[in-house]
């Protein structure tokens, strides 16, 4: 009788455990909040090693792809299609440069950084960009270096 009331009390401590990782939702959308077209919404996402970004078609049409070179050493890249809602889990850290294929000159773009370190910053800022997706990039890396200074 013993056993079997402390196998209860196990089992519901255990499912009542929240899970540890966490999911972001991502909107895609043709026009932002600030009144910027074509974006991904928030554009800066900073998560934890083993949390999912779902990347929301809210608006047409849109896709979230990896850009090629903007990933940790090792990490999978990852492609969703045209106004399909994607969800990605990131294991490993580093940042990781997203577009919008048909928006990518427009600016349309996101960078998600997980972890705590960036072990492939200094790579993924070297890639070059089109278009507006160059100065969209550079201020979100400039706002992930201000956020990690203070």
Do not use: W
């Not at 455990?17 to 932002?32: F, I, S, T, Y």
């Amino acid at each position: 009788m013993l056993k079997r009331a402390l196998f209860g009390a196990v089992l519901s401590a255990a499912v009542a455990v929240p899970a540890l990782a966490d999911e972001v939702e991502v909107k895609m959308l043709n026009k932002g909040a600030n009144g910027d077209a074509m974006v991904f919404e928030p554009a800066l996402i900073k998560i934890k090693p083993g949390d999912s970004v779902r990347f929301v078609p809210t608006d047409k049409p849109h896709n979230a792809q990896v850009v090629p070179k903007m990933l940790p050493e090792g990490a999978e890249a990852f492609e969703g299609g045209m106004n399909e809602e994607i969800t990605v889990t990131f294991d490993q850290e580093g940042v990781y440069g997203v577009k919008c294929l048909p928006h990518y000159g427009m600016g349309m773009v996101a960078l998600v950084a997980v972890g705590e370190s960036y072990p492939n910053l200094e790579d993924a800022k070297a890639v070059r960009h089109m278009g507006r997706g160059k100065q969209r990039f550079e201020a979100l890396f400039e706002e992930l270096e201000a956020g990690t200074s203070s």
